[in-house]
């Protein structure tokens, strides 16, 4: 599957951006690109032949990818499921402060935590490290 996505942000020469996110992307690059680019517009398209950049080169986007926490991936892929910290508190039993202080940064991820958390929302557990 490939996304067109457009958003009105500018390159330096005043032409719009436009990238394509192809193949199986991990939802939590998904939810950071949805994240950045709020007003995007998700469109399937067939391959035109033009040239592609892999977004991941950019700069701009080592910089927001390095600013992402562990407990920012938590708290949006379990938003991404719907799911309150209540919920998931009692499937990886903990109480939901402890959610709350893990999404917050007050409190670690381990390992652990991470392998519970990753069954819980049925993603790597290495999201949350």
Do not use: C
């Not at 938590?74 to 991404?80: F, G, K, N, P």
């Not at 903990?94 to 959610?99: D, G, I």
Request: aromatic share 8%.
């Amino acid at each position: 599957m490939q996304a067109l996505v457009k958003a009105p942000r500018m390159l330096e020469n005043g032409a719009p951006v436009e990238f394509t996110i192809t193949g199986n992307v991990p939802v939590f690059y998904l939810d950071l690109t949805r994240r950045l680019f709020a007003e995007v517009k998700e469109t399937k398209t067939e391959d035109d032949g033009e040239e592609r950049i892999n977004f991941r080169d950019w700069d701009w986007f080592k910089e927001e990818e390095a600013k992402v926490t562990p407990g920012d991936s938590l708290r949006s892929l379990r938003t991404m499921r719907n799911m309150r910290q209540s919920e998931l508190a009692k499937k990886i039993g903990v109480k939901p402060q402890q959610v709350s202080d893990m999404e917050k940064g007050r409190a670690p991820i381990g390992k652990k935590m991470a392998m519970k958390i990753g069954e819980a929302l049925q993603m790597n557990w290495k999201h949350f490290l």
